[in-house]
């Protein structure tokens, strides 16, 4: 049974491999993965107790498919704030995609677009169940917007897949309004 909590290995994990830290330097690759005999040193130097297995259960098993295991080495599929080639084939997305955020947010977004602030992407969800659970990490009564992904593509934008979502680079505005219950 592992002393560190699932969910805050899953944290640390997300931490070192989509922001890079200085503090936790690893050796990453122009895709974003790193050695995964690495990244357990790495991950055994802040929690001893931690096991290879524990990591790796944490990496495959996540819900949300935030880690990718290739050839022994891992990324992170999604979330990178430093530049990455994901190495991703475009997309073509379904009619809509969705996003959630925090309420003081929506108004922001609605005169700019959607931008990837500290991120290297805009990250959409598929369904509106998906984009209220994002939204509510900010807000306990999320704002939802409302992609009008197709004609998004169809004017060029392009569209990615990885894990449950969808990233993109940017979305303007004219793409974009309010999900009303
Ligand atoms: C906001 C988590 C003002 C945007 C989640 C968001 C997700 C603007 C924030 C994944 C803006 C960026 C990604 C504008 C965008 N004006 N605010 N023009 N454009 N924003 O964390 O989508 O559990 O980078 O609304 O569940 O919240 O960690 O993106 O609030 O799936 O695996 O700028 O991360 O997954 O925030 O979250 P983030 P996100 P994990």
């Given amino acids: 049974m592992?002393?560190?909590?699932?969910?805050?290995?899953?944290?640390?994990?997300?931490?070192?491999?989509?922001?890079?830290p200085r503090d936790y330097p690893l050796r990453f690759d122009s895709q974003g993965f790193v050695q995964r005999g690495d990244l357990?040193?790495?991950?055994?130097?802040?929690?001893?107790?931690?096991?290879?297995?524990?990591?790796?259960?944490?990496?495959?098993?996540?819900?949300?498919?935030?880690f990718e295991l290739r050839e022994g080495k891992v990324r992170a599929t999604y979330g990178h704030s430093f530049p990455v080639d994901l190495g991703l084939d475009s997309v073509e997305p379904p009619e809509s995609l969705y996003h959630g955020t925090a309420r003081d947010l929506a108004e922001s977004i609605l005169r700019e677009?959607?931008?990837?602030?500290?991120?290297?992407?805009?990250?959409?969800?598929?369904?509106?169940?998906?984009?209220?659970?994002?939204?509510?990490?900010?807000?306990?009564?999320?704002?939802?917007?409302?992609i009008d992904?197709?004609?998004?593509?169809?004017?060029?934008?392009?569209?990615?897949?990885?894990?449950?979502?969808?990233?993109?680079?940017?979305?303007p505005v004219k793409f974009l309004s309010l999900w009303e219950k």
């Fill in 2 to 20: 592992a002393l560190v909590a699932p969910e805050r290995l899953s944290r640390f994990l997300s931490y070192l491999l989509r922001h890079q």
């Fill in 113 to 146: 677009g959607l931008k990837p602030r500290g991120r290297q992407y805009v990250h959409l969800s598929p369904s509106v169940e998906d984009a209220i659970a994002v939204g509510r990490r900010r807000d306990p009564s999320p704002a939802i917007l409302v």
């Fill in 40 to 66: 357990v040193e790495m991950v055994q130097g802040r929690f001893p107790e931690v096991t290879e297995e524990d990591i790796l259960e944490v990496v495959e098993g996540s819900d949300k498919k935030r």
């Fill in 149 to 171: 992904s197709q004609k998004a593509h169809a004017s060029g934008i392009r569209f990615f897949r990885t894990g449950p979502l969808f990233l993109t680079k940017e979305i």
